[in-house]
């Protein structure tokens, strides 16, 4: 039985199973107590830098942990989208749902990446091992979209007459 499965839409829905609710949470702590949720323990590497490098002032300091988390919640958002469009058979096979998952994946990555940039500038090594592996799982399926096939064309190619032996016209040409 095909189910039209690829490996980028398991391991997105994988990815969406943790970072749909980790970073829900950690935005709606942060729209909830910004100063007091940007100190957590996902948030502290930035805390620390902006604080250090920046000298903001409190009004500044709520500005960018409010940015922070409207980032945390466009990429929770375009996972939820991804999901959603994965649902439907039709879009699943043509990989309409790659877009989504494509935009989750790019603003994840950068997000991940300043903030491991971050906590290795101010010397917060658990925040720095926490956004390594969040940058790792990112980057691992992004390496896996651009290395399968587009669905349309393994589609076409796996339906093709070329690929299928023993047709009766094939057959009576020779």
């Known amino acids: 039985m095909k189910t039209h499965w690829r490996m980028s839409s398991v391991n997105g829905v994988f990815l969406a199973a943790y970072f749909v609710p980790t970073w829900l949470i950690v935005a709606f ?70 877009e989504a998952l494509g935009i989750a994946l790019t603003i994840g990555s950068v997000i991940s990446f300043a903030s491991m940039v971050m906590a290795s500038k101010v010397g917060e090594a658990e925040a720095m091992r926490l956004h390594a592996t969040e940058l790792l799982l990112l980057l691992g399926t992004a390496i896996v979209m651009l290395v399968e096939q587009p669905a349309a064309a393994a589609t076409t190619a796996a339906e093709s007459p070329a690929m299928t032996p023993n047709y009766p016209h094939a057959q009576q040409k020779s």
């Open 29 to 98: 702590n942060i729209m909830v107590s910004p100063i007091h949720a940007l100190y957590d323990r996902p948030n502290i590497a930035v805390a620390i830098f902006v604080s250090d490098h920046f000298h903001l002032a409190a009004t500044a300091t709520v500005r960018t942990a409010w940015l922070l988390a409207l980032a945390k919640l466009t990429v929770a958002a375009f996972f939820a989208v991804f999901v959603a469009l994965l649902t439907r058979p039709s879009i699943r096979k043509t990989g309409g749902c790659d």
